[in-house]
């Protein structure tokens, strides 16, 4: 009886590490599928400068996936959608709607299904998404690119006094700041193009003021200018006095035509 016994309890121990064991291999190979089933989708803001070149990456995938096919969707602003695919069965590559030529795969698709833009233009602003398709899922990532632009910076002074700095064509706007401040009028100018002009004028009542700088803030990069300060419709106190002294000189001898060169002589000596 106790033999008996023994057995039993060790097939009901054995059934219960069975069942078990199915259940744990169950879930483990559950979340497995579902890690490979269910679509990962990811979208990252990207910001590129103009005129240099900028790689898209697809989203990485399992080793153990097999690569079936590959698309890119390009979508612009007021151009039709383009779409640029990879079919790894037939090794064939297709081009729907995409005339842009700086715009192709980074090597071979079926090493890298990377993208490129070369040079990277104003008109490239837009969204990018790749879409792979393996044996165990879709896979995506989306682009929204931005493309940057450097104002070009210049700093003068108008003949009134008053100190210009300059930013020209930036995307997006630059920022600008002055050193010492001053009394200063910022204005912005769209150009059409998603470009935009901001322009600071600036004056100083402070006469010990010799020399000022410019600070241009952008997301290319920042930027100092500075320049040293004429005295512009104030004139020195000494200079001043002079052109009096001139004015009134000339003034007389026009009144009086008739007054000797002596007496003009004296005059401007005064």
């Not at 081009?95 to 490239?124: F, G, K, M, Y």
């Not at 929204?144 to 210009?164: A, K, S, W, Y």
């Not at 700041?177 to 002009?197: A, I, K, R």
Request: glycine share 4%; proline share 5%; with cysteine.
């Amino acid at each position: 009886m106790h033999t008996q016994g023994r057995m039993s309890v060790l097939r009901v121990l054995i059934s219960i590490n069975i069942m078990v064991s199915a259940s744990t291999n169950s879930s483990l190979m559950d979340r497995q599928q579902r890690s490979f089933i269910l679509p990962v989708e990811a979208n990252t803001s990207l910001s590129e400068p103009v005129d240099t070149k900028a790689v898209l990456s697809c989203p990485p995938t399992t080793q153990k996936a097999v690569l079936v096919t590959i698309r890119w969707e390009i979508i612009l602003r007021d151009k039709p959608s383009c779409t640029r695919a990879y079919r790894r069965d037939t090794n064939e590559t297709r081009a729907i709607n995409c005339s842009d030529e700086t715009i192709s795969w980074d090597s071979r698709p079926d090493r890298n299904p990377a993208l490129q833009i070369n040079p990277v233009a104003i008109t490239h602003d837009g969204y990018y998404r790749c879409e792979v398709v393996t044996t165990h899922g879709h896979f995506y990532h989306g682009y929204h690119l931005t493309v940057l632009v450097p104002p070009d910076v210049t700093l003068f002074q108008l003949e009134n006094g008053t100190i210009v700095c300059r930013a020209a064509a930036g995307k997006p706007a630059a920022q600008i700041s002055w050193t010492p401040g001053g009394d200063c009028h910022t204005v912005e100018e769209p150009l059409g193009n998603d470009t935009v002009t901001v322009q600071s004028s600036c004056r100083w009542e402070d006469h010990r003021v010799s020399k000022v700088s410019c600070s241009v803030s952008h997301l290319t990069g920042n930027r100092s200018l500075s320049i040293e300060r004429n005295s512009g419709d104030k004139l020195p106190q000494k200079f001043v006095r002079i052109l009096i002294k001139k004015t009134e000189v000339t003034s007389v001898v026009e009144e009086d035509e008739m007054q000797s060169y002596g007496s003009y002589t004296e005059k401007s000596n005064l």
